[in-house]
Antibody, heavy 119, light 106 residues
Framework: QLQLQESGPGLVKPSETLSLTCTVSGGSISTNNYYWAWIRQPPGKGLEWIGNIHYSGLTYYIPSLESRVTMSVDTSKNQFSLQLSSVTAADTAVYFC???????????WGQGTLVTVSS | DIQMTQSPSSVSASVGDRVTITCRASQGITSWLAWYQQKPGKAPQLLIYAASSLQSGVPSRFSGSGSGTDFTLTISSLQPEDFATYYCQQAYTFPLTFGGGTKVEI
């Protein structure tokens, strides 16, 4: 069974860079049919897709975050990562990593990690 | 961006009730719609994709229907473990977007 696990700091200072890693187990990240996504959920609010990366390195970021987001993939470690720069309190959220299926839905999710932006 | 609007935002129901949740897209998305269930403190779980296809392992009391702009998720007989928040998501075009959620509570 595929499993995803997020890791990274739970507290980030304003204007700094949020960095998270998702480790995939039970399957290879290097598969053509899937993309690897980041989705966030501010406390008490709904879900927002941030973007995704293919194992080849191909990325898509949503326009509203594109200037601050970088995603990368490390196939040797079966991991992919998210960096979000110049964070503010509005970036406080639970961040989920997930697998995006070829039909563009998300069929496997990590448990999520809360990242708080505060000084 | 395609806006997804769910209604109601919350619904009170009892075990055994039939529950229907609606999701409306701001433009036509054919059948490119998914439904998720999220319990407090947990990640969302995929229930339905392609508007009406049941994800493997999901109980058959969950069903989805619709096409174009209007979609429904139906729980035929609500079980205690079904009390949760449900989200729709359009998979028609980028950026992929979610509805605001419907909380099913007692």
């Amino acid at each position: 069974q595929l499993q995803l696990q997020e890791s990274g700091p739970g507290l980030v200072k304003p204007s700094e860079t949020l960095s998270l890693t998702c480790t995939v187990s039970g399957g290879s990240i290097s598969t053509n049919n899937y993309y690897w996504a980041w989705i966030r959920q501010p406390p008490g609010k709904g879900l927002e897709w941030i973007g995704n990366i293919h194992y080849s390195g191909l990325t898509y970021y949503i326009p509203s975050l594109e200037s601050r987001v970088t995603m990368s993939v490390d196939t040797s470690k079966n991991q992919f990562s998210l960096q979000l720069s110049s964070v503010t309190a509005a970036d406080t959220a639970v961040y989920f990593c997930a697998r995006r299926d070829k039909s563009d839905h998300f069929d496997f999710w990590g448990q999520g990690t809360l990242v708080t932006v505060s000084s | 961006d395609i806006q997804m609007t769910q209604s109601p935002s919350s619904v009170s129901a009892s075990v055994g009730d039939r529950v229907t949740i609606t999701c409306r897209a701001s433009q036509g998305i054919t059948s490119w719609l998914a439904w998720y269930q999220q319990k407090p403190g947990k990640a969302p779980q995929l229930l339905i994709y392609a508007a009406s296809s049941l994800q493997s392992g999901v109980p058959s009391r969950f069903s989805g229907s619709g096409s174009g702009t209007d979609f429904t998720l139906t729980i035929s007989s609500l079980q205690p473990e079904d009390f949760a928040t449900y989200y729709c998501q359009q998979a028609y075009t980028f950026p992929l977007t979610f509805g605001g959620g419907t909380k099913v509570e007692i």
